[in-house]
Each structure stands twice: as structure tokens, then as C-alpha cells.
């Protein structure tokens, strides 16, 4: 028997209120738009009745909760099961719930006739990799050093909506008129004209594209064209040790990490910094863009 700070149970329509509480600090810790535990709660009642959907909760408070929610195969007479959210309180973190929720989550799944299940998480997330990887999930497909799984996801409600219902949930003194953002390109292994190897592995449509969408971008309202740095190879980095300057050629970063170029933009939220930072050619091309506020005052 699990001991009882560790103990794990499946959630009734009696539990509601708090997993709807769970659910909206999950989504308020990680600044994501929530609409209230109250309607959570409401959401859950619905869900519970509706019967494709189980949560548990583990811990005394209850202290963090797993929500399944199963669909029958294509392949198979069986159902499949996709974890969609796994949350533990901070404070009870690194104790060993997160795993016990995982554990039931597993033998539920099994109890109610699912062969297969599946979870989504960020690469950055390495504490929730670790012991989703330590239970047997692999995000390799087919076999051990199969191809690397990714997972997509897109919004299909107006981005303008999810903005105002974040910038509705903000404290008032979090709200500013307009934040300043300079949005990094790290190019990676991006293809550019400078490398006209990598750049012929475009097509002409698709270099075409690439061109067509910085334009775009330079006459986006509140982009302030920033510029094209020169490749990583012709950096030179200095540091000063014993008060004297020590001068290396190539960049601070390893290579593959280099900024490529930068822009500045001018924005109400960083929602709209996001969009914008999406339609860098970069961040589809093998790259990232990195959003940064500017600090003024």
C-alpha cells in the first residue's frame, strides 16, 4: 500500500472543485489562459459524466492530479489512451507523486481496455522526460533509434481572442500600453545564400518564399528592421583576464548556436511577439527564435 502522501485515487464528480483548482494553477504557473477554477470545475463535472475521460489525484490536498482521456483505435478493437495533463503542486515536487500518478495512470489505462498511450511534453522539460522515459515512453518511432517523433499543435480559435483573454487575466500592474521585444534569429542550420550548398537545397519557390517572408516581416506595424550579422566563423571574442584583453577568433556560442540576426518589435503583449517571432523563415528552418523584452526605465 502506498503510503499516504503518496496515495493515488480515481476522481469523482464529489472531487470537481478540486481538480479544477489543480488545473487552474497548473495553466496560472506557466502563464497560460485559464478560465477560472469555477468553470474548470464545471468542465470536469461534464467531462467525468461524459465517461471518455478519468482523472486522479494523489496526495492529502489533493496534491496533483493525471487527466486521461480515451477514444477507440483505428487499429485495434482496443481504446487508446493520451495523457493530457500531469501536474504536482511545487512544493510536493521530487517526492515521488508525479510518479505514483503515472503508475496508476498506466494500470488505469490497462483496466479500461486501452493497449496503447501516448503524452506530449516540451524538449526543455527534462524532469518530466526522465520519468516518462524511466516508465518505458519513447519519443522514437517504430524502435529504439527509430526516427524522432514531434509533436504539432495550432491554435484554431483567433489569435486576437487568446490574446485579450490573457491580457484580461493579467494583473492591473502587469499591463502595459506597449512592451518592446528584440527577437534573436539563431540561425542553426538554417540554409542561407552565404552557404550556397545548403541554399541549393531549396528549391527556387521555396528560396523565393524565404525572401518574400522578411519583406513581410520588415513591413509588419511595429517591426523595426534590425540586421543580418555576418557568419559565426568571423566573430571574434574577447575577454579580459588579469586586466589585459584576450582576443579568440570565432563566436562566444558553439556555432550551430550563434545569433544570425536580430529584429525589434513593438508590441502589446508577448502573445504578438510570438506570432511574429513564427514567421521568421528561421524557426521553421531548422533554427530558433528567441524572444527577449526590452527593459527600459
Known sequence: MAA????????????????????HDFNSEYDDVTPGPAALAERVRELLAAGDTKILVGGPGPDGLAVLRFRPSIW???????????????ERRGQGLGRALMQA???????????HMDLGTSEDDTVARRLYESLGFSNREGKPDGPVNYVYERELRDLSILRAARSSQRRPSEKEDAMKYMLLIHQCTTPTPRDPEAWATLSTDEQNQVFADYKALDETPG???????????????VRV????????????????????GYLFFEADDLD???EVAARIPAARMGGAVEVRRIVEG
Open 272 to 274: 504578438a511577439a510570438i
Open 223 to 237: 517591426v523595426a528592421a534590425g540586421q543580418q550579422l555576418d557568419s559565426p566563423e568571423t566573430a571574434t571574442t
Open 76 to 90: 485495434s478493437q482496443a481504446l487508446e489512451c493520451h495523457l493530457a495533463e500531469l501536474y504536482v503542486v511545487s
Open 4 to 23: 499516504p502522501d503518496l496515495a493515488v485515487r480515481q476522481a469523482t464528480a464529489a472531487d470537481a472543485e478540486a481538480v479544477g483548482r489543480l488545473l
Open 105 to 115: 495512470a498506466m494500470q488505469l489505462a490497462r483496466d479500461e481496455g486501452a493497449d
Open 241 to 260: 583576464q588579469d586586466g589585459r584583453p584576450v582576443v579568440t577568433d570565432g563566436p562566444f556560442a558553439e556555432l550551430k548556436e550563434a545569433i544570425g
